[in-house]
């Protein structure tokens, strides 16, 4: 479609243009003729006649909205007329680049963006442990892909373009064991994970850490973590000056960070746990019987806003209590909801829609105006990040409508990405059974990554899966994320990944029990049809895999990082060799006994059925795979 756009554009036409890309609109002063008007009105307005259009806007985010809602429209109809009301100040999303090992690459990064403000989004968090340049600090994010501040300058120019804010978000107390690690800072540690509050040299480092992850963006606003500091107090801080109480030890450390970044000129923002676990009897971040005494809330540092996440409550008067309770403290909370995607190479969609919509309805009624959708990387992030666009898409419009219309979530997804609702959707189905959602509850399971991780030959979840059909759900999901591909438009290489995916879990899945039954049967004839037809065929179909999340994991993401998933490829294939040459080595007479398979089989977690695990170290071997020290 050609346009031509005049009226309140200044400041706009670096968006217009990449926006004009992706929506294949071209300028030309033959074209539609479409006027900006900027108001003061917190609304958006677009209308179209033969003659031309308009766009009512208030902030440059709205512009872009409302530039989809044009496009959208003009395909659609001659004639018509739309009109939102923002629900949010700031609307956005935070993306995990340090816990997964997976650095997105700018390339990606504008992507990304690019189909924020199609959606109206305009907060964007950068979550980096130690993903960035720290002047003075060669150790800091060491072979971890961390970002040059030129790469981050670059996506902020390109964010500012498109109306998004880029806010750092990085830690100074605790999540901070791939840091501390490196010898250079051993004495600066409280554990493992911990920096040790009050020592002259922590302040020292957070003082660079600060300066430089804030250098590369417009935005002054920091967020500066402090959550889970489960043992904060509990090392070397208890060895130099004896117990003192969390919160009381919280609020020294954070006084002393906000000295720092008042120097700098920033505007800074924490996680609430810690306060909350702090004053909890039990150590609970949702405690419903926690109560701040007004001693404690006038000891707490002033000038610095709570951010308040919960991934976990299915109902709206929890999260209104818990944004009551984040008001004692002065301020207005930000609220951040989560899109499951830690879980493995699948985003719980049942789990994310459960959870965010009463919290977003929640916030709403309670007047929050700042809300995140966190993309957390826990565990080793085998799902690819694009996975994660209907859940961003939720967030949207949730910030466009008081109570957003089922049907137009699933047209603007369809508008702002190309793909469809209902494929996206179903790839929860990799961690579910059909049926599961209404008896489970949206309990939170996980089988797409312990069956693929687990050994063949030692099954720590094949007890939790028998009889449950595991290889024929998987099977059918092949099939169905294989149609997939060809309906998602430049996202359909997302459904031939999740394919080969679920190729490999319909053999892998029950490949122990199979094993295992006729070790035990003493059937040979099955024995030998797994050592030389089932393994030989599993082995290639995962090298398969391999080859093409490689593939899919070099354009998305920077290529330091990959080595983590190759060693568990690779942990897996050798594994898969040596079950075939064990069954083999039995059926040739040259050993007895399989005493790997003689093993009793108990329940992961105690009961039958399928369970979580997040921790490769736990799914691969009952054995001690590393130790949590800093060798």
């Known amino acids: 479609m ?59 985010i709205h512009f872009f909205r409302a530039l989809g809602l044009l496009a959208e429209g003009c395909g659609e109809k001659d004639r018509f007329r739309a009109a939102e009301v923002p629900q949010f100040k700031s609307d956005g999303v935070m993306i995990d680049v340090s816990q997964n090992n997976a650095v997105i690459n700018v390339k990606n990064l504008e992507r990304i963006l690019e189909m924020m403000a199609l959606m109206g989004l305009n907060l964007f968090l950068l979550y980096a442990e130690d993903g960035y340049r720290v002047e003075g600090e060669p150790y800091f994010g060491y072979m971890r892909g961390r970002y040059t501040r030129a790469e981050l300058e670059a996506a902020d120019d390109y964010a500012d373009a498109l109306g998004i804010e880029i806010v750092p978000c990085v830690q100074t107390l605790a999540h901070l064991i791939d840091v501390l690690k490196w010898e250079r800072y051993w004495e600066i540690r409280d554990d493992d994970d911990t920096l040790l509050v009050g020592e002259p040299g922590t302040y020292e480092l957070i003082g660079r850490i600060l300066a430089s992850a804030s250098a590369p963006f417009r935005s002054r606003r920091i967020h500066i973590g402090m959550d889970e500091a489960f043992r904060l107090g509990q090392g070397e801080y208890l060895l130099r000056n004896g117990p003192k109480p969390k919160f009381n030890i919280m609020n020294e450390h954070l006084g002393r960070v906000l000295k720092i970044t008042e120097k700098l000129g920033l505007k800074p923002m924490i996680w609430s746990d810690m306060y909350f676990r702090a004053a909890s009897k039990t150590g609970d971040y949702y405690d419903a019987d926690v109560r701040f005494s007004p001693e404690m809330l006038a000891g707490v540092p002033k000038g610095v806003q709570l951010v308040y996440w919960d991934y976990e409550h299915q109902s709206r008067e929890t999260y209104a209590a818990m944004i009551a309770r984040h008001r004692e403290f002065g301020g207005a909370p930000v609220f951040a909801g989560g899109i499951w995607c830690w879980n493995g190479y699948a985003v719980d969609y049942d789990k994310t829609f459960a959870t965010s919509e009463p919290a977003l309805e929640a916030c709403k009624e309670a007047g929050v105006r700042e809300v995140i959708a966190t993309l957390w990387g826990d565990g080793g992030s085998e799902s690819n990040v694009y996975e994660s666009l209907l859940g961003m898409q939720l967030y949207a419009e949730h910030g466009y409508a008081e109570k957003p219309d089922p049907e137009k979530l699933k047209k603007r997804f369809r508008f702002c990405t190309g793909c469809r609702y209902e494929d996206f959707y179903r790839i929860t189905l990799l961690d579910k059974l059909p049926g599961m959602r209404a008896q489970e509850g949206w309990r939170y399971t996980n089988p797409s990554r312990y069956l693929m991780w687990q050994d063949p030959l030692l099954g720590l979840f094949d007890k939790n899966i028998e009889g449950l059909g595991m290889g024929r759900h998987y099977a059918g999901l092949e099939k169905e994320f294989g149609a997939g591909a060809g309906r998602n438009g430049e996202f359909g290489f997302l459904f031939r990944f999740l394919q080969k995916v679920a190729s490999v879990l319909s053999e892998k899945s029950e490949i122990g029990i199979a094993v295992t039954d006729a070790y035990r049967n003493r059937d040979e004839k099955e024995l030998k049809r797994l050592a030389e037809e089932v393994l030989p065929d599993l082995r290639r179909r995962v090298e398969d895999l391999r080859l093409f999340h490689r593939r899919l994991w070099m354009e998305t993401y920077k290529p330091v990082g990959w080595e983590v998933l190759d060693i568990r490829y690779g942990g897996l294939l050798a594994r898969l060799g040596t079950a075939e040459d064990r069954l083999r080595a039995y059926l040739n007479g040259e050993t007895d006994s399989l005493e790997e398979l003689g093993q009793e089989r108990l329940c992961f977690g105690g009961k039958p059925g399928l369970t979580a695990c997040n921790l490769y170290s736990r799914i691969c071997s009952a054995s001690r795979l590393s130790y949590s020290t800093a060798y």
């Open 2 to 60: 050609d346009v031509r756009f005049y009226g309140d554009t200044d400041g706009l036409e670096r968006g217009i243009s990449i926006l004009s890309r992706r929506l294949g609109l071209r300028i030309r002063e033959d074209g539609l003729p479409v006027r900006a008007e900027r108001i003061r009105e917190n609304r958006i307005e677009v209308e179209k006649s033969a003659e031309g259009a308009v766009i009512r806007y208030q902030e440059k």
